[in-house]
């Protein structure tokens, strides 16, 4: 070990990686890492942080007009799109900053370098054009945005990365898209005053949750004004000459729009990095292969978050990193736990969810109660919004284990947050039943649906 310059040595300087980097120096080893973009990765720089900061600007509208029936005159409200861009700048800024001192103030070294591997010790930096040697390797290079080669005018099209900057606010925009990026920017752009259409091309938006909360967001969000276009793609885009550009949807509708954004999902950062030259392995869509243990089929090398295309979301890279830090430093072998993981959506009404959804219990157990409340949320009382919260827990009916909470409204995403707890701890109905409800809140209903709204055994709904 003593023979090379670093004990370890990170590729990628976003959560997991700089996770990784700052808790290997903070153990004393000699560490490196190489950020080739910014400090902060896709989730402070270009994911996460930016885009909930831009949930809040869109969410003050509707604030503005719920405002009415709890007393207030609101007057006419104007947005100005460089002021946010401006202030999410500033705000990013701060937090890259946080990033890359916090690797520095644990004693590690933090490059502005692209990494590429040239033998299984060696790392080469492009910046600097030097080679420097490490002990244990880390690749932690993210994903980017899918491209969409085959579609005839792609080049006019944008991705998540370019619509947090775009000059000005469009005052038309396609997303083509169904998943949570594609949802949230739909929401987003609705909601700051442009006309939105979200084209899809499954049958409906948001796969993987539960099929009750995607028909619900689906129809409020068409309520709200936003078009969806479900088993639709997008066939050409082409520039009008008055720079707005016309795209072709299969079924031959045309759209006429300032903007089409594409998030059709996103792919691994693996190329020209010099890693089949070193042999680590690859999936067939390009992602690093890693056992349990986030080790590579080379032995020093290891990689974790979205490059290893698990589970796409900055705490699983965050506690990836430190497992890999308990296997490779602490001689203490840890496989990240990716089971009954919580996760939002923060679409408008927000999607908060963790555990199976109600078609995937009923496929692993023979019979399962279903509690499902729609109700209006107290604050909408007042403001005369017609909009229902939904909240739906899924229980294995032989155990009593709840197996999935799923909730569409207002705070949802915090709510799954805390649902995360005894979901993770398997904890039953009864014990939800038990639990004295908080009162007046919208997440008591979470404690009190005392009888199931129905029940499904072996398939049938009885
Ligand atoms: C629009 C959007 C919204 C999102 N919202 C959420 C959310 O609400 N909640 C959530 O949990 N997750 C969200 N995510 C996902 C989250 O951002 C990622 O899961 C997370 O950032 C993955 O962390 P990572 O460390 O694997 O990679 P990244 O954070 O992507 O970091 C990888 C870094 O490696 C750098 N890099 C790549 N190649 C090299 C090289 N060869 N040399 C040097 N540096 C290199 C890149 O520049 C990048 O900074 C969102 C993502 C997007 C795109």
């Known amino acids: 070990m003593a023979g090379y310059d670093y004990d370890l040595f990170v590729i990628g300087g976003g959560s997991g990686g700089v996770r990784a980097a700052r808790v290997a120096a903070a153990l004393g080893k000699r560490v490196a890492i190489a950020e080739e973009y910014r400090y902060g990765g896709t989730c402070v720089i270009r994911g996460c942080v930016p885009k909930k900061l831009y949930v809040y600007a869109s969410q003050f509208p509707e604030h503005f007009a719920d405002a009415a029936g709890y007393g207030w005159t609101v007057p006419e409200a104007s947005f100005d799109w460089p002021t946010l861009v401006a202030n999410k700048d500033k705000e990013i800024a701060r937090l890259e900053a946080i990033y890359k001192r916090n690797v520095e103030g644990a004693g590690g070294e933090a490059f502005h370098s692209r990494a590429m591997l040239v033998d299984p010790h060696s790392v080469y930096l492009v910046a600097e054009d030097r080679t420097v040697s490490a002990d244990q390797i880390l690749i932690a290079t993210g994903g980017r945005p899918a491209p969409h080669p085959a579609l005839s005018g792609h080049e006019y099209c944008i991705f998540s990365n370019e619509a947090f900057d775009l000059k000005q606010l469009p005052k038309a925009i396609m997303i083509e898209g169904g998943g949570y990026i594609a949802v949230e920017f739909a929401n987003i752009f609705h909601g700051l005053g442009v006309d939105t259409t979200l084209v899809y091309r499954g049958q409906e938006i948001l796969s993987r949750f539960d099929m009750d909360l995607r028909r619900s967001l689906h ?244």
Not at 249 to 269: E, H, K, W, Y
Request: glycine residues 8%.
């Open 219 to 462: 129809e409020m969000m068409e309520k709200k004004g936003i078009k969806i276009l479900c088993h639709a793609v997008s066939e050409w885009v082409r520039k009008t000459p008055d720079g707005r550009l016309d795209v072709l949807l299969s079924g031959g509708r045309t759209l006429t729009v300032d903007q089409v954004m594409l998030a059709i999902g996103r792919i691994p950062n693996t190329e020209n990095m010099g890693l089949e030259g070193v042999g680590v392995e690859l999936s067939k869509t390009g992602a690093i292969v890693v056992d349990q243990y986030s080790r590579t089929n080379l032995d020093n090398i290891w990689a974790i978050g979205d490059v290893t295309h698990r589970v796409q979301l900055t705490p699983v890279a965050i506690h990836e990193a430190m497992c890999f830090i308990e296997t490779a430093f602490k001689n203490n072998p840890t496989a990240p736990d990716h089971d009954t993981i919580p996760t939002a959506v923060f679409s408008q009404p927000e999607i908060g969810t963790v555990g199976l959804s109600e078609d995937d219990a009923i496929k692993r157990y023979s019979e399962v109660e279903v509690y499902r409340a729609s109700f209006r949320p107290m604050r909408h009382t007042l403001s005369g919004r017609d909009e229902k919260m939904l909240m739906k827990l899924v229980v294995d009916g032989s155990t009593r284990k709840v197996l999935g909470a799923h909730i569409l409204g207002p705070d949802a995403g915090e709510m799954a947050q805390l649902l995360g707890i005894p979901l993770k701890a398997g904890l039953t109905k009864d014990d939800f039943d038990r639990t004295m409800a908080v009162h007046p809140t919208a997440a008591e209903e979470l404690v009190t649906m005392y009888k199931p709204t129905y029940r499904v055994k072996n398939g049938e709904r009885v």
